[in-house]
């Protein structure tokens, strides 16, 4: 029904930035609630940020004032852009669509290097 698929994951060296992005299959995007987790080896799933149907954002405590959610109902994606990354960051990155149904991609690996 719904197919999530992340981009822009990648090495950068700590202080650095980068933009993920997930782009969605569907005609309803526009009405999910969208979110980002990660998940570190031998950490539980964290849930990053979300961005609900009217722009609405929640964060983390550990990336707020670093990490911004957007959308683009347009081209049915959502971004997170991160600032200042820190190799505690260092995690695969999970996008996620929520609505009637709960939906996963696949990931992202990101790499924060000291």
């Known amino acids: 029904q719904v197919q999530l698929v992340e981009s822009g994951g990648g090495l950068v060296q700590a202080g650095g930035s980068l933009r993920l992005s997930c782009a969605a299959t569907?005609?309803?995007?526009?009405?999910?609630?969208m979110g980002w987790s990660r998940q570190a080896p031998g950490k539980r799933r964290e849930l990053v940020a979300t961005?609900?149907?009217?722009?609405?954002?929640t964060y983390a405590g550990s990336v707020k004032g670093r990490f911004t959610i957007s959308r683009d109902n347009a081209k049915n994606t959502v971004y997170l852009q991160m600032n200042s990354l820190k190799p505690e960051d260092t995690a695969v990155y999970i996008c996620?669509?929520?609505?009637?149904?709960?939906?996963w991609g696949q990931g992202t690996q990101v790499t924060v290097s000291s």
């Open positions: 569907g005609n309803t995007f526009s009405r999910h609630t």
């Open positions: 961005i609900d149907s009217d722009g609405y954002t």
């Open positions: 996620s669509a929520k609505w009637a149904r709960e939906y």
